[in-house]
């Protein structure tokens, strides 16, 4: 299931970055009948309040932030891999990730041994920036849960 969400979110987030409308690929998502109802709605959700934060961050942000990418050093390579490495520069290139994700990311796969890290770690990793209570969440978040909430 996380690789289905890590899925739609990239096939949303691409077909933002090429222009392509809202109506378009909503429908273009629910003609693919191969991805639960929920899991779109999970996506759609997450990248909502993705885009909130980094919004919001943008307002709030410190100007020494990193906006080069990072380039790994052989050592990293080598541990990390330069199939996953691709794998992380795809999500990057179409808007997925920011800097700081990326950046974030990388320093957490350092931490896995040598050969360890598959796709599904990876996928793991991107969804934990999407969920990362950590930083700013802005008023009315859908992260947060109060006890007057309800849940279906």
Do not use: C
């Not at 080069?68 to 390579?77: A, F, P, Q, T, V």
């Not at 795809?90 to 974030?104: A, C, M, R, V």
């Amino acid at each position: 299931m996380v690789t289905e969400i890590v899925e739609v979110l990239a096939k949303i987030t691409e077909m933002k970055s090429k222009n392509i409308s809202e109506e378009e690929i909503a429908e273009t998502i629910q003609r693919e009948s191969t991805y639960n109802k929920n899991v779109i709605a999970a996506a759609y959700s997450w990248l909502h309040e993705k885009y909130n934060q980094n919004y919001s961050l943008l307002l709030h942000r410190n100007n020494s932030e990193s906006k080069s990418l990072r380039i790994l050093s052989n050592e990293e390579g080598q541990q990390i891999g330069l199939k996953n490495y691709n794998y992380l520069l795809h999500f990057y290139n179409i808007g997925l990730l920011t800097n700081n994700d990326f950046e974030e990311i990388i320093e957490e796969l350092k931490f896995f041994p040598e050969g360890v890290i598959e796709t599904e770690n990876i996928n793991i990793l991107i969804l934990s920036m999407f969920l990362d209570l950590d930083k700013y969440t802005p008023p009315g978040s859908r992260h947060l849960l109060y006890s007057t909430d309800k849940i279906n």
